[in-house]
Structure formats: structure tokens, C-alpha cells
């Protein structure tokens, strides 16, 4: 039951999940922060099963950092997007991930976004969402996003998009978790 959502602006890269946490019929948390930073210009916003969210997350977040410290090459958003997606598609035949992910970061290239199936399918887009809640915030991108998106403005769309989802959606999802990337790092809002 999870909402996951981002797009891109002039100068940042924005996602945003809900912070609950449940099972079948029960709720276990409604403060888990499913966005993980795996550097310091790069985040995964996943959604998925717990399990696998956090286990595939710290697999790939510590092997790129493995790589960057044997190398001493720090991958840009498009490698990790596509390093991400060849695991992602290896463990399809070996034991698969249930995580979706949306991979927002910020490189020499400007701010980017990758959209990332469990299945493997890899996307860069300027907006999108994964989860039930991708049924309820996917038109409010489409009808307010623009290509030279301010952060104010992309602050008062994912306003939009959580109260779209609080107020249509059957489940309750009362919390959500905003970060973005910008050339000075990461922060949450």
C-alpha cells in the first residue's frame, strides 16, 4: 500500500513516500522513512515489502560505495540508475526483490530521475510514482509540472499530490517523507 512519488526541477531532484508500514490487514509503523540517501547526491525512494526494501537498498547503497572506495570513481545518477537495474534484473532468476524505486540525484548532468520497476525496467522521466497511490498523484504532475519547476512550486505540488492521496485514497496515510537533491546535497523538507 505504498505511495511513492518524484519529479524533477530547474535545479533539484524531489521525492516523496508515505512513511507507513503494513501487512495484510495491519499496520505495523507510520514513521518509516522509506527514502534511503546512498551518497551524498543520490536517493532511492522504494516501496515494496519491508524486507526487501531495506535488504536490496543496503546491498546496492553499500556496493557503491565499495566501488567509489576501490576506484576512487563516484558514480553518476546514470550509473547507479543502471548498476541498480542489472541487479534488480539478475535477482529476478535467483531469489526477486518486491521494491520498486524511484532513484533522484543530482550530478554534473543537472538533476535527474529514474523510474525503477521490480522487474527491472529503468526509465528516466521528469515525473513519476509507483504504488496505489501512483493512481491518485499522477495526474497532478501531469497538469502542474513544468520544465523550469521552481522549488516553491514543486514544494506546493507535492503539498497537492499528499493531500490528493490523504483524501482519496482508502487506506490512511498520514505521513510522508520529502527530500531532494540540489548541488549543495540532500535535504528533507
Known sequence: MDTVFGFVGKDFALVATDCGVAYSIMRFS???????AVDDNKLFAMGGEIGDRLN?????????HLY????????NVREAANYTRSELAYAIRNGP????????????????LYWLDYLGTLQKLTRGA????????????DN??????TLDEGIEL???????????FLMSQKNFV????????IRVI
Open 30 to 36: 507510520d514513521t518509516e522513512d522509506k527514502i534511503m
Open 56 to 64: 536490496f537498498g543496503e546491498y546496492i547503497q553499500k556496493n557503491i
Open 68 to 75: 567509489t572506495f576501490r576506484t576512487g570513481i563516484k558514480l
Open 97 to 112: 526483490y518486491q521494491v520498486n524505486l524511484l532513484i533522484g540525484g543530482f550530478d554534473e548532468e543537472g538533476p535527474s
Open 130 to 141: 509507483h504504488g496505489y497511490g501512483a493512481y491518485f498523484v499522477s495526474g497532478l504532475p
Open 144 to 149: 502542474w509540472f513544468k520544465p523550469d519547476l
Open 158 to 168: 507535492v503539498k497537492k499530490c499528499i493531500n490528493e492521496v490523504q483524501t482519496r
Open 178 to 185: 520529502v527530500k531532494i537533491v540540489t548541488k549543495d546535497g
